[in-house]
C-alpha cells in the first residue's frame, strides 16, 4: 500500500453546506482561504454543497435505514432532498478513473420523523471501498469544536487500514497529521485556530475541516476524504474555574443553611 | 433483620443498579440519541451525559416548545403538528409512568439516589441531621416545583420558539439542572461545571446551576432530598399520578391520630399522610413511592404499596419492629460513634 499524502491536490472538494439561500453567496473554499460563517440554530433549509471540481462525480445519499438516494451534481453543486427522516445522512461523492479513485464523505444532520436507526449503522456500512470512519460521530447537539480530539477510523475494502498516514486541514489552514494503528484507528486534535478570538466573549462562528488519506491496491490509486463543520470552543467564554468556585460557595451556603437549621432545631428541644 | 427482606435495602440496591444503568449503560445500549431507551424517562437521566442509557423526558418537552410549538405559532404553521412532537413524547412518557408511578423517582432517579447516598454518607460521618424540616417551610416550597415546571420546562422555551426572549431561554431548567453537572462528572466529563459569560442570561443560569449543585451536595449531608423537593419531574408526576398502576394506600385506624412514625419516616416530609383520615390514595404530590412510611407504619395493613389494586407491601407490626431496631443499629454505627468509643476505651481507667 502506498501512503503518500497530497491532500491540497484533492480535485474533488467540500466547501461547505449552508441553507440554499446563503450558499449562492460563497465562494469555493479551499483550506486557508475559507469563509466562515455563523453558526445558526437549527438551521432546516435544503443544503447545498460546492464542489471544486464535479466533472465525473458520482452522488448519492446514505440514509439512516442504509437505503440511498441517488444525488444530481449541477454545475458543481448538490442539493440535498428533504428526506423527512431524522438523524445523520452521508452524503458519498466518488468519482472512479482507471488508476485513481477518489471519495468525499460528509455526515449530515437532517431532520424530520424518528428514523429508529442508529447512527452507529450508518457509520458501520461500507459506503466506499476506502473510508475514514468518525469514531463517534458527534451526537445529536453535539458538534465537533476546536481544541477537541476525536477518534476515528479507517476501513479499507472492509478491514481495518494499518499505518496509513492521514492528514487533517482547517480552512483556516491548519493541518494535523497523525497514522492509523493496527485497528486502522487514529485521534486528531483540531486546531483553535480561529483568527481574532475575544476571551470571555462568545463567538459563533464555524469552519471547515477535512480529513485525508490516501493508498495504493493492486495498481490503483485510492484517496478518501471525510469533511466537517467545526466550531469555536466554548473554553473561551466559559471557565471550569470559576464553576468550581461558585460550587464552592453554594456547599459553604449549604453547611451555613444546615448549621442555622441545627440550631432552631436545638432550640425548639430546649 | 435480613437484609433481603428489608425494603430501604432493596430499594438502595435497585436505585443503585438504577443509577449505573442510566449514567453509564450507553456502553451496551449505544452512544447516539436514537440507540436510547426511550428517550422520555420519567426520572432525571441527563442527555448531557455522552455514555448514558436514556435521557429525561424534561429535555426533549423544552426543545419541543421551543424548536415545534414556538416556532409553528410564530410562523402561523400547523398548530396541530408544533404540538404532536410533544404529544408523542408525553405518550411515551405515560406509557412508562403508567408502570412505576412516581416510584420513578423513590427507586430510579440518579439523583434521588445520589442526594439518599449522600445522606447516608452523612449519617455514617455522624453529621448531625434534620430529620423532618419545619411543615411551614416544606409547604412554603411545594409551589415551587409547579412554578419551575411551568416557567422553565414550557413556559421559556414556548417564548423563545415564538422569539420573545432570547435563545438561551430556550432550555432553561437543562442549564440549571443539577442532574447535569452530577451524571457528566460522574462519567469524568467536567465541561458542564462552568460558568458561562457569553451574556447575562448564560451567566445568571450558570451561577444558579453551580451554586445549585453545591447547596445540593452539602444540604443532602443532613437534610432528606433537598433538591427532589423542587423538581419540577415531581410536579410532572403528580399532574399524572392517578394514572399510575402503583399507589399508596391507607386504611386510616382511630391510632393513626397517635402515632405519626410514618410521617417522620417520609424523606418528603409529608405530614399529610399521618393526618389524612378519609382518603384511601395517599399518594401525594410529593411523594416518591419509596415505601418508608409503610416500613415505619405499626400497625397491620394500616399502610400499603398496592399495584393495580393488589398489595405488594403493606404494614405489619412483624416487619416493624426488627425494622425500626436495624435503623437503630444503622444510624448507632457512624464513624463518630467509633471515634467517640475509641476513644472512652482509650481513656486510663480512675481508681
Known sequence: MNANIYPAAFVLMFCFMMPAPDVVAQTAAKPGSGPEHTAEQHRRGPKKIALTDSKGAVARLWKPDLTTLPLTVEHGNITLPRTGVDNYHAVVVEKDRVDLKEVLIRYEYMHGKPSGHSTSELTAAEKTPFEIVPDPVPREHQHYRSDQRWRFFLRFKGTPAAGIPVTLETSHGTRVNAVSDSEGEFSLHIPDDFPDLKEGERDKRTAEFSISAETKDNGILYRTMLSAEYRVNPSHWQSSGLGVAVTGFGMLAGVLLGSIGLTETKRKAR | ?351
Open chain 2, 1 to 351: 433483620m435480613n437484609p433481603m427482606k428489608n425494603l430501604s435495602v432493596i430499594r438502595k440496591l435497585v436505585q443503585i443498579t438504577a443509577f449505573i444503568f442510566f449514567v453509564y449503560g450507553g456502553t451496551l445500549t449505544g452512544y447516539y440519541l436514537a440507540d436510547k431507551v426511550t428517550g422520555a424517562l420519567p426520572a432525571l437521566s441527563c442527555a448531557y451525559d455522552m455514555q448514558g442509557s436514556d435521557l429525561c423526558t424534561l429535555i426533549p418537552f423544552q426543545h419541543q416548545m421551543d424548536h415545534r410549538l414556538g416556532e409553528a405559532i410564530a410562523g402561523g404553521g400547523n398548530l396541530m403538528m408544533g404540538l404532536m412532537p410533544t404529544l408523542i413524547t408525553l405518550g411515551t412518557f405515560l406509557i412508562l409512568f403508567v408502570f412505576l408511578n412516581k416510584a420513578f423517582c423513590g427507586w430510579i432517579c440518579p439523583l434521588g439516589t445520589f442526594q439518599e447516598l449522600l445522606h447516608n454518607l452523612g449519617q455514617k460521618l455522624g453529621l448531625r441531621r434534620r430529620e423532618s424540616l419545619d411543615q411551614g417551610l416544606v409547604h412554603r416550597m411545594r409551589p415551587v416545583k409547579w412554578l419551575i415546571l411551568l416557567l422553565l420546562v414550557f413556559g421559556f422555551p414556548l417564548m423563545t420558539g415564538i422569539g420573545w426572549v432570547n435563545h438561551d431561554l430556550g432550555d432553561p431548567f437543562c442549564r440549571i439542572c443539577p442532574s447535569r453537572i452530577l451524571t457528566t462528572l460522574a462519567t469524568g466529563d467536567s465541561s458542564q461545571l462552568y460558568l458561562d459569560n457569553a451574556n447575562t442570561t448564560t451567566l445568571v443560569l450558570s451561577l444558579i446551576a453551580d451554586f445549585m449543585f453545591g447547596l445540593m451536595i452539602a444540604l443532602s449531608l443532613t437534610i432528606r432530598q433537598p433538591f427532589c423537593r423542587t423538581c419540577p419531574m415531581l410536579a410532572l408526576h403528580a399532574v399524572f399520578r392517578k394514572l399510575g398502576l402503583l399507589r399508596l394506600v391507607k386504611n386510616a385506624t382511630p391510632r393513626c391520630d397517635r402515632c405519626g412514625l410514618c410521617a417522620k419516616a417520609c424523606p418528603m416530609d409529608i405530614s399529610e399522610i399521618h393526618t389524612e383520615m378519609q382518603r384511601r390514595d395517599v399518594t401525594f404530590e410529593d411523594c416518591t413511592l419509596c415505601g418508608r412510611c409503610v416500613e415505619f407504619c405499626p400497625y397491620k395493613d394500616v399502610l400499603q404499596l398496592k399495584y393495580a389494586m393488589i398489595p405488594v407491601f403493606s404494614a405489619d407490626p412483624a416487619y416493624f419492629k426488627p425494622r425500626k431496631r436495624a435503623q437503630r443499629n444503622w444510624e448507632q454505627n457512624s464513624l463518630l460513634s467509633i471515634l467517640k468509643s475509641g476513644h472512652a476505651t482509650l481513656k486510663p481507667k480512675q481508681s
